[in-house]
Nanobody, 122 residues
Framework: VQLQASGGGFVQPGGSLRVACAASGFTLDGYAVAWFRQAPGKEREGVACLSNEEVPRYYLDSTKGRFAISRDDAKNTVYLQMNSLEPEDTAVYYC????????????????WGQGTQVTVSS
């Protein structure tokens, strides 16, 4: 099981980015896939999660309505579309997966991607 996160970068406030989490060695169908983020000096926090068994879950009030999680089964990839980005969204974004249902708890996931840096600044 491998996850490869990509798509991070530098963007001005109000801009958009889409980060991707490509899976290899297994198919995402049947797995919960979550995005987490970790800013310097802060704990890792759950952002959003997608599974076959549930509607998409968004864990941060600050990102609801701005972020959207989706999955492309043909590409075996999960995306996090981030709009109206704010400096407070600056963090390393990680994807994680495991069997079963979504959770905002990082320890619920055994498999992690390497992270992709998102920087929002003017």
């Amino acid at each position: 099981v491998q996850l490869q996160a990509s798509g991070g970068g530098f963007v001005q406030p109000g801009g958009s980015l889409r980060v991707a989490c490509a899976a290899s060695g297994f198919t995402l169908d049947g797995y919960a896939v979550a995005w987490f983020r970790q800013a310097p000096g802060k704990e890792r926090e759950g952002v959003a999660c997608l599974s076959n068994e549930e509607v998409p879950r968004y864990y941060l009030d600050s990102t609801k309505g701005r972020f959207a999680i989706s999955r492309d089964d043909a590409k075996n990839t999960v995306y996090l579309q981030m709009n109206s980005l704010e400096p407070e969204d600056t963090a390393v974004y990680y994807c994680a997966t495991d069997e079963g249902r979504c959770s905002s708890w990082a320890r619920a996931y055994r498999y992690w991607g390497q992270g992709t840096q998102v920087t929002v600044s003017s």
